[in-house]
């Protein structure tokens, strides 16, 4: 069983990111450089219904066609995360992560949440860290509303830099 639960039934969250971690410190191809978790098992908000979410970065393979890119990642996943009832998983290239030309949403909610189960770069932390700062001081506001959050500009419709 994947989900440790406790005589409260609570889901372990800390437990699901360490096996997380182990199993996809396994991921042999050399193009794939870090995994983050992103979503509710990331901010340790996850119930019995949560999947998990993982974002996949990767160096060489914008060449490759989308579809197809995406569809082996997520095989690669798969075969080591076939305990897990439900996962979502997402690529990027690498270099479009740290130097985006427009953050979307999603992709702030990633930098706010986002836990490293790996990283062979050997920056992200420090990364995540300057926007997860950039964020804050630009006076960008996350607010939950139920399960999903959403983000307030400093001035409605206003540009904010991040990054």
């Given amino acids: 069983m994947v989900w440790a639960i406790d005589v409260n039934m609570s889901l372990d969250c800390n437990s699901v990111i360490n096996d997380l971690r182990g199993r996809l410190s396994r991921l042999i191809n050399e193009n794939y450089v ?11 908000e996850a119930n019995e219904r949560s999947d998990v979410d ?3 970065l990767h160096r060489g393979l914008n060449k490759i ?12 996943i ?11 998983v997402l690529d990027m290239d690498f270099e479009e992560f740290i130097n985006p030309g427009i ?7 990633i930098y706010w949440d986002a836990l490293i189960l790996l990283d062979r770069s050997g920056i992200l932390r420090d990364f995540l860290a300057h926007v997860r700062r950039r964020i804050v001081e630009s006076g960008l506001r996350r ?9 307030i500009l400093p001035k ?3 540009e904010v830099r991040v990054l």
Wanted: some cysteine; charged content about 20%.
């Fill in 54 to 56: 993982i974002l996949i």
């Fill in 34 to 44: 870090a995994v983050l978790l992103f979503g509710s098992w990331a901010r340790c």
């Fill in 78 to 88: 798969t075969a080591l995360l076939k305990d897990y009832p439900e996962f979502t």
């Fill in 65 to 76: 066609n989308k579809l197809k890119r995406s569809k082996a990642i997520y095989l690669a």
């Fill in 143 to 151: 607010v939950r509303d139920g399960r999903a959050y959403y983000w």
């Fill in 103 to 109: 953050i979307r949403p999603l992709l702030l909610n």
């Fill in 156 to 158: 409605p419709m206003a």
